[in-house]
């Protein structure tokens, strides 16, 4: 769920009446399953809404890669290191299929970059809280993994094809990721007094975050109902949000852990727990920068791709001098 | 001043010297992980870190057996100070610029390559196994780390220009690796490894081939900067590193994770 608020185009669904006969064709093949190609037709709106939310997620597993990276080098062993290092390499590649998947829909890796560097496309809210401890190893890949997955696992389904295989392929992996994220929780659990105090902390500030990441509720939004006619969103954020909390209020009573909600109860006539809402009010301060790390991720990130300026061009000069050889050769 | 080491004795230090190695250079790439020029580099560096970090694994874990004192490689590379460390001088060097990582990296792979090979002859069965498995690594490394050097000594003014630069503060570094004192004369009497002088040849041939590709020019001969394999006098670097390294271990004694 590294795609929050993505807004669709247009002002509504329209019934299939309403549709032009492109429009009507296009809706009866999504509506009997098949799934679109980058060079079948699709309305521009379509288009435009799957180019944001496919790089709002790929940005997110890029930015994704900076909490986590900041515990590389601190992991408390070679394990926990070689596991840490997989798993972020793991994100770049979601990062690099993703781009792909978007780049079939007629916009290049480096516009989307330029995109996220300058502030025009968002990534996940949750990336923008800081990771202080090794215990928050352990809940990125418990919740906020955990949370990727109820999003991800429907959206291998989703109508657009590139895009379904790429969750295919990123699900396989994040399955992995929040089993280690969970491994790591109870390894601290079980640990000493200073490791559970650890571990309740992190857990303390990663949970509203993560319920965060599905978004507020958008049971009224226009733009979600447009987004699951096409497929391209399959659930509300409320169905998600819930499905999350009943998955994981189990575990963190496994893992000894109290989830910081005192109006956490389980409701038997809905089959599910009723919790609060995390504060909206911060989600749309993180949304529009003010978190508490948004000016450093994206300070890292601009960092990162300025530094790199010389290589990339050095690296194209190269293939262009080899071109000339190649051709003067021949 | 010869001193006579026993096998023993060789035999651990030989793979301190092996593992320090693989671990401190796999610190330092992993350092890079989300700060990378481009996408495809920061999936190689994690690569390649992951790679030496797998590596480190099995060459502590034989130093520990080794040592017989019921140490494991995490106790090795996380309780051990810098004065205990053998890797050399040059994987402990900063990262500096992209330039500058893929030059160490390319210098230490030409290094390593030749020297996993010669230990897949090792007459210890244990070493001949570890060195089989990471010379495949240790290739698609080197590969990978020429083939840079070459794109970048061969592309822009300013990308050639601080490949120069790298080579140049680096290049120092390089002689440590063909340096030899009394464990390694145990060590090759014992056929465990090759003398390092051994390996210098072809080093240098390879040296040359992807130098001249990229034009690049090598650096007048200095003395060779010692002091990292036999753990006489690192640089100022080390320390700094094993202090984030080795900060969980330290701050928490007795903790499993």
């Known amino acids: 769920m590294?795609?929050?608020?993505?807004?669709?185009?247009?002002?509504?669904?329209?019934?299939?009446?309403?549709?032009?006969?492109?429009?009507?064709?296009?809706?009866?093949?999504?509506?009997?399953?098949?799934?679109?190609?980058?060079?079948?037709?699709?309305?521009?709106?379509?288009?435009?809404?799957?180019?944001?939310?496919?790089?709002?997620?790929?940005?997110?597993?890029?930015?994704?890669?900076?909490?986590?990276?900041?515990?590389?080098?601190?992991?408390?062993?070679?394990?926990?290191?070689?596991?840490?290092?997989?798993?972020?390499?793991?994100?770049?590649?979601?990062?690099?299929?993703?781009?792909?998947?978007?780049?079939?829909?007629?916009?290049?890796?480096?516009?989307?970059?330029?995109?996220?560097?300058?502030?025009?496309?968002?990534?996940?809210?949750?990336?923008?809280?800081?990771?202080?401890?090794?215990?928050?190893?352990?809940?990125?890949?418990?919740?906020?993994?955990?949370?990727?997955?109820?999003?991800?696992?429907?959206?291998?389904?989703?109508?657009?094809?590139?895009?379904?295989?790429?969750?295919?392929?990123?699900?396989?992996?994040?399955?992995?990721?929040?089993?280690?994220?969970?491994?790591?929780?109870?390894?601290?659990?079980?640990?000493?007094?200073?490791?559970?105090?650890?571990?309740?902390?992190?857990?303390?500030?990663?949970?509203?975050?993560?319920?965060?990441?599905?978004?507020?509720?958008?049971?009224?939004?226009?733009?979600?109902?447009?987004?699951?006619?096409?497929?391209?969103?399959?659930?509300?954020?409320?169905?998600?949000?819930?499905?999350?909390?009943?998955?994981?209020?189990?575990?963190?009573?496994?893992?000894?852990?109290?989830?910081?909600?005192?109006?956490?109860?389980?409701?038997?006539?809905?089959?599910?727990?009723?919790?609060?809402?995390?504060?909206?009010?911060?989600?749309?301060?993180?949304?529009?920068?003010?978190?508490?790390?948004?000016?450093?991720?994206?300070?890292?990130?601009?960092?990162?791709?300025?530094?790199?300026?010389?290589?990339?061009?050095?690296?194209?000069?190269?293939?262009?001098?080899?071109?000339?050889?190649?051709?003067?050769?021949? | 001043m010869v001193r006579d080491v026993s096998r023993d004795e060789a035999f651990y230090e030989f793979l301190l010297r092996m593992g320090d190695n693989t671990l401190i250079l796999g610190h330092r790439v992993s350092e890079w992980c989300g700060h990378a020029p481009v996408l495809e580099e920061d999936i190689a560096l994690a690569n390649t870190a992951l790679d030496m970090i797998g590596q480190t694994q099995m060459w502590l874990g034989l130093a520990a057996e080794v040592q017989g004192e019921g140490k494991t490689a995490d106790d090795l590379a996380f309780l051990r100070d810098a004065w205990d460390f053998r890797n050399l001088l040059l994987v402990e060097m900063p990262n500096g610029d992209f330039g500058q990582t893929l030059m160490r990296q390319f210098l230490f792979d030409a290094w390593h390559v030749l020297q996993l090979r010669a230990l897949t002859q090792s007459t210890d069965e244990r070493v001949a196994a570890i060195a089989a498995k990471s010379v495949k690594e240790a290739t698609y490394h080197l590969d990978r780390s020429a083939e840079t050097v070459v794109a970048l000594g061969d592309g822009s003014e300013e990308s050639h220009a601080r490949m120069q630069a790298a080579l140049d503060y680096l290049y120092p570094y390089v002689g440590e690796m063909f340096l030899s004192d009394a464990v390694d004369t145990t060590l090759v009497e014992a056929g465990i490894a090759p003398d390092p002088a051994s390996l210098r040849a072809e080093f240098d041939e390879t040296l040359a081939r992807v130098l001249g590709e990229a034009t690049l020019t090598l650096p007048e001969a200095r003395r060779a900067r010692g002091g990292g394999r036999d753990g006489k006098m690192h640089t100022e670097h080390l320390g700094h590193l094993l202090t984030t390294m080795q900060w969980m271990q330290r701050a928490y004694p007795g903790a499993t994770w």
């Open chain 1, 2 to 330: 590294y795609a929050q608020m993505v807004k669709s185009t247009g002002t509504g669904v329209q019934s299939l009446d309403e549709m032009s006969p492109e429009d009507r064709a296009f809706q009866e093949r999504i509506d009997a399953g098949e799934k679109i190609e980058p060079k079948d037709w699709m309305p521009d709106g379509y288009r435009k809404t799957l180019i944001r939310q496919i790089g709002q997620h790929a940005h997110s597993e890029i930015v994704g890669q900076l909490p986590e990276g900041n515990w590389i080098t601190r992991a408390p062993t070679l394990e926990r290191k070689a596991i840490l290092l997989a798993k972020v390499q793991d994100e770049a590649g979601h990062g690099l299929y993703l781009y792909c998947a978007a780049e079939t829909l007629g916009i290049s890796r480096d516009e989307m970059t330029e995109m996220l560097l300058d502030g025009r496309m968002k990534y996940s809210s949750i990336f923008n809280y800081p990771t202080l401890t090794w215990a928050d190893m352990g809940a990125v890949g418990w919740l906020v993994d955990g949370a990727a997955i109820m999003n991800q696992v429907p959206l291998q389904r989703t109508s657009f094809g590139p895009y379904s295989r790429a969750m295919i392929r990123v699900c396989k992996e994040e399955s992995f990721h929040q089993r280690q994220g969970f491994d790591i929780m109870m390894k601290m659990a079980q640990g000493n007094t200073q490791q559970k105090a650890m571990a309740q902390d992190a857990l303390n500030r990663f949970w509203y975050p993560a319920l965060m990441m599905f978004g507020p509720s958008d049971k009224d939004s226009v733009h979600s109902a447009q987004s699951m006619a096409w497929k391209i969103k399959m659930n509300t954020n409320d169905e998600l949000r819930q499905k999350f909390v009943d998955q994981t209020v189990p575990q963190a009573e496994y893992l000894g852990l109290t989830v910081p909600d005192e109006n956490l109860k389980w409701n038997e006539e809905k089959g599910g727990y009723d919790f609060s809402e995390p504060d909206w009010e911060e989600f749309f301060e993180v949304i529009k920068g003010n978190g508490p790390c948004n000016t450093d991720r994206l300070a890292a990130r601009n960092k990162a791709w300025d530094d790199g300026a010389w290589v990339r061009e050095g690296m194209m000069a190269h293939a262009a001098k080899k071109r000339a050889r190649k051709m003067a050769a021949e």
